[in-house]
């Protein structure tokens, strides 16, 4: 049974960094790459973050490019979201997704996998 369960979000002030977590089990964490997306109140779940299967590369939205940063640990099926400098438009909830095939890592179409989401609450 594959599980991704996100962990680390709360409640920050504007300014202040969080770091996510996301357990990975189940599967093979080699074949595949992961994303994280987010999805505030009354919006689309969209993309924040990409990395592929080695984590040599890396993939971001605009809106958070040099911010924050995606990483991975095969060998403990772990993937982290550090988050700095986060901004009130930062707050929703947190999904950690994975993908085994080659598709658009931007989309939520080519993810095969989601976690239950993390909520991050950015405060003014």
């Known amino acids: 049974q594959v599980q991704l369960v996100e962990s680390g979000g709360g409640l920050v002030q504007a300014g202040g960094s969080l770091r996510l977590s996301c357990t990975v089990s189940g599967l093979t964490m080699d074949n595949y790459r992961m994303g994280w997306f987010r999805q505030a109140p009354g919006r689309e779940r969209d993309f924040v973050a990409g990395?592929?299967?080695?984590?040599?590369?890396?993939y971001y939205a605009d809106s958070v490019q040099g911010r924050f940063a995606i990483s991975r640990d095969n060998g403990n099926n772990l993937v982290y979201l550090q988050m700095n400098n986060l901004k009130p438009e930062d707050s929703a909830v947190y999904f950690c997704g994975a993908t085994r095939g080659s598709g658009y890592l931007k989309s939520m179409a080519a993810y095969n996998f989601w976690g239950q989401g993390t909520r991050v609450t950015v405060s003014s």
């Open positions: 990395i592929n299967w080695s984590g040599t590369y890396t």
